[in-house]
């Protein structure tokens, strides 16, 4: 897991200041506390057809096969300030820079409103997953 946190892309900074005491971005996923519910993980895999496209133009990786299709999960980890607000975006295991792109600004686009408020006076790290799925068959 390490090995895949030194190789991802830096974390996407959000416009607006981010305190200079926030959290370094974790090294292990296991201790960043999920985020439960989601409403990225539920919505994203309608995003799936434009995935596969920057997938297939892309020198991309890290899609499986899956019952006859190809099936793609990227861990995402958030910095969120305590009112809910995205500080920092960090597509974990994309290995594909179009696609970590793509999943960002859509994140930021159609569900910048869509993190828990957590009332905290500082900002924290959490995680979730988006989820694609997609045929190649002609």
């Not at 959000?14 to 292990?28: E, F, I, L, Y």
């Not at 539920?42 to 995935?51: G, I, M, Q």
């Not at 859509?106 to 869509?114: N, V």
Request: charge should be positive.
């Amino acid at each position: 897991m390490t090995m895949l946190l030194s190789l991802m892309l830096a974390a996407t900074p959000m416009p607006g200041p981010v305190p200079g005491d926030a959290p370094p971005m974790p090294q292990d996923l296991t201790a960043v506390p999920v985020i439960d519910g989601w409403l990225g993980r539920k919505v994203s895999p309608r995003w799936s057809d434009d995935v596969a496209k920057l997938y297939r133009r892309g020198e991309c990786s890290g899609a499986v096969n899956h019952e006859g299709s190809r099936l793609l999960e990227i861990d995402m980890l958030f910095l969120l300030s305590g009112e809910g607000k995205p500080l920092k975006i960090a597509p974990v295991n994309a290995r594909c820079p179009e696609v970590e792109k793509y999943v960002s600004g859509r994140i930021l686009g159609t569900l910048r409103g869509s993190f828990p408020k957590t009332g905290a006076a500082e900002p924290r790290w959490m995680r979730s997953q988006v989820r694609f799925l997609w045929s190649d068959a002609p």
